[in-house]
């Protein structure tokens, strides 16, 4: 549609139609953005509305950009070449909204694109490439509507077919894993309530004693408080419960003087681990400079966080294991050199705490990227959650078993660990993303040597 809107339109038009449609997605997209702020943050209704459509016209700002600079390079252009430049710029605004200003992917258009034929591309080139791809066929689908000229949907058959003839299969078993996830619904208003934590943390112990897997997995910052701050009778039980089977806890660690990091510790029969999260989310674990009267504002405890320090992964049962937490994986760039090499992941692991911005559309959107991160790499993903989506997700994107939201609840699952790299989990390795950002340097410089030759 956007592609249609802008086919003939001068670039000065073609940003106002980047900016509306990108207003547009972007808000009905991040709307759940509201939830943490009005009714958990106690910002007012309006301030807190405004606050949404303020992020979206920020980076809507990267698609008006890109938009304008496909119609002033394709103005006279053939339709071929339209096509090939859309792509590019639409890759373009890609990127750069998962970048620049420490980046947020959030809902990027290749998502949209866990099922389907496109999905063959995804350990080949990602969801940036996905994105490109997507971009390329529905510009194909203007131009045939434009012309009626059936050459047009040549792109679609190309990129469509060769996706499907490209090999597949690039990594093979590495056995299974028993695993208990838990959810424990605990309400975001109640987490921190002293009053109530006591028994929150009763009722947590009693599912991780229940639990029977050969790893118990808890969400993340499931114990709302410093490792140092529990008693010690609390954490002899939880030592107690994890003896016989190895125990990943969401808790904090650190001090006030150095910083606090959302970390997972483990527990019982393996050699002490701990991870801390390292791609911090603004607002929530840091404060942008300027910003620490909004973050009081939402009155978030533990809202200003240290990173974490870098570890690969850990081994249990035969397997090993790559902690993310929370929305670390939408950053596959981030953590792919713990997906390479003898000692790399054959198992995923994402604990969120979505209970912050309700059940509706975010707990979806969460496990879609997971479910992207599984194709991208071919490894299982296995997702801890407080209030859901809590789910096992295949090496193929497959969500083989997922907990209903909003319940308490112990998921016991078997995963299939995976070994063995994917093309794009060695190029991405070795290159990050700048083979992508080369690409459209490229196929905007002969876009435009193309134009000044015509």
């Not at 490439?129 to 040549?154: D, E, F, K, M, N």
């Not at 801390?276 to 939402?298: D, N, Q, T, V, Y």
Request: glycine fraction near 8%.
């Amino acid at each position: 549609m956007l592609a249609a809107l802008s086919w003939q339109a001068a670039p000065r038009s073609a940003a106002a139609l980047g900016a509306l449609f990108g207003i547009g997605w972007l808000t009905s997209g991040l709307w759940w953005l509201f939830i943490s702020m009005h009714q958990f943050g106690h910002i007012p209704a309006l301030p807190a509305a405004l606050a949404v459509l303020l992020l979206a016209i920020f980076l809507s700002g990267y698609y008006a950009a890109a938009l304008a600079l496909w119609a002033r390079l394709s103005t006279g252009m053939k339709p071929g070449w339209k096509i090939f430049s859309f792509a590019c710029c639409w890759l373009l605004a890609e990127l750069a909204r998962a970048t620049f200003f420490g980046g947020f992917p959030w809902i990027a258009s290749g998502y949209a694109h866990t099922v389907g034929p496109i999905a063959a591309w995804a350990p080949w080139i990602g969801v940036y490439g996905i994105c490109a791809i997507a971009a390329a066929i529905a510009a194909s689908g203007v131009a045939l509507t434009a012309s009626r000229q059936w050459r047009h949907a040549a792109w679609p058959a190309l990129l469509l077919g060769l996706g499907a003839l490209l090999p597949q299969e690039f990594t093979s078993s590495s056995g299974r894993l028993q695993v208990s996830l838990l959810q424990p619904n605990v309400r975001q208003d109640e987490k921190f309530d002293r009053a109530l934590m006591d028994a929150n943390l009763d009722l947590l112990a009693q599912q991780i004693e229940a639990a029977r897997g050969q790893l118990v997995v808890t969400p993340e910052s499931v114990v709302p408080l410093p490792l140092d701050y529990l008693s010690p009778d609390y954490l002899q039980r939880i030592r107690q419960a994890a003896a016989q089977r190895p125990l990943l806890l969401g808790i904090f660690l650190g001090d006030e003087t150095n910083g606090y990091v959302n970390s997972l510790v483990s527990f019982g029969s393996v050699a002490p681990y701990s991870y801390g999260k390292r791609h911090l989310l603004p607002f929530g674990e840091f404060i942008p400079p300027g910003f620490h009267w909004f973050a009081r504002a939402m009155n978030i405890p533990l809202d200003d966080q240290a990173r974490g320090q870098h570890q690969r992964a850990f081994a249990v049962a035969g397997q090993r294991l790559r902690p993310l937490i929370c929305y670390e994986d939408l950053f596959g760039e981030d953590f792919v050199d713990s997906m390479t090499g003898h000692d790399a992941a054959t198992v995923l692991i994402n604990v969120s705490n979505l209970a912050w911005f309700g059940t509706l559309m975010v707990q979806d959107q969460h496990l879609q990227f997971s479910q992207m991160r599984a194709l991208e790499f071919q490894r299982p993903f296995i997702r801890a959650t407080n209030t859901g989506a809590t789910a096992v997700i295949d090496h193929r994107g497959q969500v083989l078993v997922k907990a209903a939201p909003a319940m308490r609840t112990l998921l016991e699952a078997e995963v299939e660990g995976r070994k063995g790299s994917t093309p794009y989990a060695r190029w991405l390795q070795a290159f990050g993303l700048w083979p992508l950002w080369l690409l459209i340097a490229a196929g905007l410089a002969l876009t435009l040597a193309r134009r000044r030759a015509s």
